[in-house]
């Protein structure tokens, strides 16, 4: 069955370091994968996606991800995070028959000054 | 701006009431979603519509019912509120399931 995993709950880093959110995927064919990302109170929005190609994605707000096949994996980063950027983060995968994308349980980032 | 609009932002409810949470997009986009938002669990899919006149199950659809009016509108109703049904919930659309989604900005829902 198709499944997502965040490993980490939340994280915690300093304004100026650099930043790695992990997600592992389980899809039995090439995968369609999605990061959104969600300010408190709002909606999600979309960050960034992988269909094909180049392994190495770009976002908007200076995000990018890497497809890794070998580990099943889709981490997001920035190199260097500002306090805007203190949401929560949720990985995708699609699509899994009928239409329906499966998120991750989501990564809340807190940013310290 | 274009985008996914959800009335209401926020509602209490009585055990037993009913409602119908309303949702609108104007990026001509075919499918729609009903998702709720619970902590620690994500998002779990509760209907979809993939196309104007078409309505499918998700993973959660119990207690739900819900309506493609036309392609701008997906209306969800509550027919009979439970506490278990407190939640966040997002209506999103999508151009294609491979797109991406474009989701509004919630509906915070109290069952008491």
């Known amino acids: 069955a198709q499944s997502v995993t965040q490993p980490d709950i939340h994280i915690t880093v300093s304004e100026g370091a650099s930043l790695e959110l992990r997600c592992n995927y389980s899809?039995?064919?090439?995968?369609?994968l999605f990061w959104y990302v969600q300010s408190p109170g709002q909606g999600l929005q979309l960050l960034l996606k992988y269909f094909s190609g180049d392994t190495l994605v770009q976002g908007i707000k200076g995000f990018e991800a890497e497809f890794k096949r070998s580990q099943s994996s889709f981490n997001l980063r920035k190199p260097s995070v500002h306090w805007s950027d203190a949401a929560e983060y949720f990985c995708a995968v699609g699509p899994t028959g009928g239409f329906k994308t499966i998120f991750g349980a989501g990564t809340r980032l807190f940013v310290k000054a | 701006n274009a985008g996914v609009t959800q009335t209401p932002k926020f509602q209490v409810l009585k055990t037993g009431q009913s409602m119908t949470l309303q949702c609108a997009q104007d990026?001509?986009?075919?499918?729609m979603y009903w998702y709720r938002q619970d902590p620690g669990m994500g998002l779990r899919l509760i209907y979809y519509s993939a196309s104007e006149g078409t309505t499918d199950k998700g993973e959660v659809p119990n207690g739900y019912n819900v309506s493609r009016l036309n392609k701008r509108e997906f209306s969800l109703r509550l027919e009979s509120a439970a506490p278990s049904q407190t939640s966040v919930y997002f209506c999103?659309?999508?151009?294609?399931?491979?797109?991406?989604?474009?989701f509004g900005s919630g509906t915070r829902l109290t069952v008491v």
């Open positions: 990026m001509n986009h075919n499918s």
């Open positions: 999103a659309s999508g151009a294609t399931e491979t797109y991406g989604y474009t």
């Open positions: 899809y039995g064919a090439t995968p369609y």
